[in-house]
């Protein structure tokens, strides 16, 4: 059994035992058909559980009724589904993890990416839909390791930094916690690593339309608002484009540690003065109406920028008042 899998609550080792895993504080996690089950937590969300009822029921038609999303802008599925693999830049011996994989639809194009040295770990949260992705998978050959396993997409059962590549298409509207799920996706995926996400989403400008409202009736799933509040400040390179007749969005971007960078202390030339930093942390209260005009008067008098002028006066009077109380 896969030593890769940790314990999607705490990343802590999980033992194998037969037919589960187990973690370092006895939280089981059994293996079904071969298939891990490290679905976390146990009590998921409504949105997820209404996701998992809705798959239970309709995991057979899925793969029967898809094209006709495509079919309705007249667009071509594999081609638009390339679009989203080649935002991934994807090299052929990339670690890569698919959550949300459903049939495979997208992972098949991934795995035909990979080399010997490749790994792929494809993952859903229901069982009946991951079972027809592995059941199509396996009348086929690819060249690098694929494991399946059942997870939720905002519980990753991965160590850190593991991942080159994060993908996810199509479920992501739904996950209970969006903000978790890109949190996840960042801790998995290594430093210079890449991540590529997509759902629905009618664009605004398009909502009032015929053309809007008329899918909005039929997919209520256009709905769904950006997730860009949710993206991780390690994100870089963002970018978003709209495909699949463009009611369906896609964001690429790098990941990178922390917050961007910036020089905040190269001195401000003009009138105000200062630098980024200083204008930031230096706030101080405010003063009298008259107090300003006066000052004002006296720096334009000196000479200096108001930043410098603030600067050495006020060091004078704290350093003079320091002074005067020893
Ligand atoms: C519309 S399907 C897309 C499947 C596949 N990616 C595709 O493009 O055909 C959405 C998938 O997301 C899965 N899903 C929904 N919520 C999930 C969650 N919290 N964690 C992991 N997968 C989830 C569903 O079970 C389903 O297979």
Redesign the pocket.
């Known amino acids: 059994m896969n030593k890769k899998y940790v314990s999607p609550i705490d990343q802590s080792p999980l033992r194998f035992e037969k037919n589960q895993f187990v973690d370092s504080k006895g939280n089981i996690f059994p293996i079904r058909d071969g298939i891990p089950n490290l679905i976390f937590p146990k009590n998921?969300d409504k949105s997820?559980l209404e996701?998992?009822d809705w798959?239970k029921k309709n995991a057979n038609c899925?793969d029967d009724y898809?094209p006709m999303t495509f079919d309705t802008f007249g667009v071509n599925e594999d081609e638009e589904?390339q679009k989203l693999i080649d935002a991934l830049k994807l090299k052929e011996n990339h670690k890569v993890l698919?959550?949300?994989?459903?049939?495979?639809?997208?992972s098949e194009k991934i795995a035909n990416q990979l080399n010997e040295d490749g790994e792929l770990y494809l993952?859903?949260?229901?069982e009946e839909?991951?079972k027809i992705g592995i059941e199509k998978l396996s009348k086929k050959s690819f060249k690098p390791h694929i494991e399946f396993s059942l997870?939720?997409?905002?519980f990753l059962p991965f160590e850190n930094n593991y991942f080159d590549r994060v993908f996810?298409?199509?479920?992501l509207n739904?996950?209970?916690d969006i903000k978790r799920?890109f949190t996840e996706m960042v801790r998995v995926c290594k430093p210079g690593g890449r991540i590529v996400v997509g759902d629905e989403n009618m664009p605004v400008w398009l909502r009032e339309t015929e053309f809007g409202k008329v899918l909005m009736n039929s997919n209520p799933h256009y709905k769904y608002d950006l997730p860009l509040k949710h993206l991780p400040i390690n994100a870089r390179n963002v970018k978003l484009e709209w495909f699949i007749g463009g009611v369906f969005y896609f964001i690429s971007f790098d990941v990178d540690n922390g917050e961007p960078k910036a020089n905040f202390d190269f001195k401000i030339p003009g009138e105000r003065g200062g630098t980024h930093r200083s204008r930031y942390y230096g706030k101080l209260e405010g003063v009298s109406k008259e107090a300003l005009s006066l000052v004002n008067k006296a720096q334009k008098k000196s000479g200096k920028s108001r930043h410098d002028w603030l600067e050495d006066v006020l060091k004078k009077a704290a350093t003079e008042e320091l002074e005067k109380k020893k």
């Open positions: 998921l997820d996701s998992i798959y899925y898809l589904r698919e959550t949300g994989c459903g049939t495979g639809r997208d993952q859903d949260i229901s839909i991951l997870a939720n997409g905002y996810h298409f199509g479920g739904t996950f209970g799920a």
